[in-house]
C-alpha cells in the first residue's frame, strides 16, 4: 500500500522564478492538504483540496496556488518566489473530513 | 483562533528511561482532536498518538502515553522505556472536529527536539 510520494525531494530555484511541487495521495485517500514548514517551525496550513476544487485555505498569498487532478493528486505552485519561501513542503492526505492524515517527506525548496 | 505551544524546544533522556513533552493548547471549542506527531531527520510526520476530546480515557500506543488535561488545556506526551530511534522532532498538534468553514487543518505547535542518550 503505497504512502504519500512527494516529487521533487530537493529543489532550488531563484528569486522570482516559478515552481512546481507534485503529491501523490496514499491509495484509497481523496482529500489533499498542504503545509509549508519552515526551518525551526511547525507547519503552516496552506490549502486543503478534494474534488478537485480548494475547500480551505491558509493564510497565504495568490502566489501559493493548487490543483487537483481526478486522480486526486496534486500540485502546489508557487510565482514570484522570495527568498521567505524556503521551507520544506509537506503534503498530507486524508479521507475527506477526517482526521486521520498520511505525511509525505516533503520538497526542500531553496530560494536564492 | 486555536493556538498550540510547546515550551520545551530541546529535552533528552537516557535510554530506558521515561520523558515527557509538554503542550498546551488554546481554543473556545469542546469537540476537536489532539494529536503527536515524530518527524525524524527523514522529515516524514509520523503520527505518535492520537486523543478525541470527548474521551476522558487518555491514549495509550505501546510505549507512548498522553496525559490529556481538558480543562487545563494540557495535552502531554509520555515516553516510557526510551530508545535511540525515538530520537526526533516532536510536535502536537489540535484539528477541530467541525468539518465546516476554516475547520479541517491541523494547528501545531514549534516542537520539542528530543535527544536520547546511550
Known amino acids: 500500500d503505497a504512502g504519500v510520494t512527494q516529487s521533487p525531494t530537493h529543489l532550488i530555484k531563484t528569486r522570482g522564478q516559478q515552481v512546481t511541487l507534485r503529491c501523490s495521495p496514499k491509495s484509497g485517500h481523496d482529500t489533499v492538504s498542504w503545509y509549508q514548514q519552515a526551518l525551526g517551525q511547525g507547519p503552516q496550513f496552506i490549502f486543503q483540496y478534494y474534488e478537485e476544487e480548494e475547500r480551505q485555505r491558509g493564510n497565504f498569498p495568490d502566489r501559493f496556488s493548487g490543483h487537483q487532478f481526478p486522480n486526486y493528486s496534486s500540485e502546489l505552485n508557487v510565482n514570484a518566489l522570495l527568498l521567505g519561501d524556503s521551507a520544506l513542503y509537506l503534503c498530507a492526505s486524508s479521507l475527506r473530513n477526517h482526521y486521520g492524515y498520511t505525511f509525505g517527506s516533503g520538497t526542500r525548496l531553496t530560494v536564492v | 483562533a486555536q493556538t498550540v505551544t510547546q515550551s520545551q524546544p530541546e529535552m533528552s533522556v537516557q535510554e530506558a528511561e521515561t520523558v515527557t513533552l509538554s503542550c498546551t493548547y488554546d481554543?473556545?471549542?469542546?469537540?476537536?482532536?489532539l494529536f503527536w506527531y515524530k518527524q525524524p531527520p527523514s522529515r516524514q510526520m509520523i503520527l505518535v498518538i492520537r486523543?478525541?476530546?470527548?474521551k476522558q480515557q487518555n491514549a495509550t500506543e505501546n510505549r507512548f502515553s498522553v496525559n490529556f488535561q481538558k480543562a487545563a488545556k494540557s495535552f502531554s506526551l509520555k515516553i516510557s522505556d526510551s530508545q535511540l530511534g525515538d530520537a526526533a522532532m516532536y510536535f502536537c498538534a489540535y484539528r477541530s472536529a467541525a468539518n465546516a468553514g476554516n475547520n479541517r487543518k491541523l494547528i501545531w505547535g514549534l516542537g520539542t527536539s528530543l535527544a536520547v542518550n546511550p
Open positions: 486523543q478525541e476530546a470527548y
Open positions: 481554543t473556545s471549542e469542546s469537540d476537536y482532536y
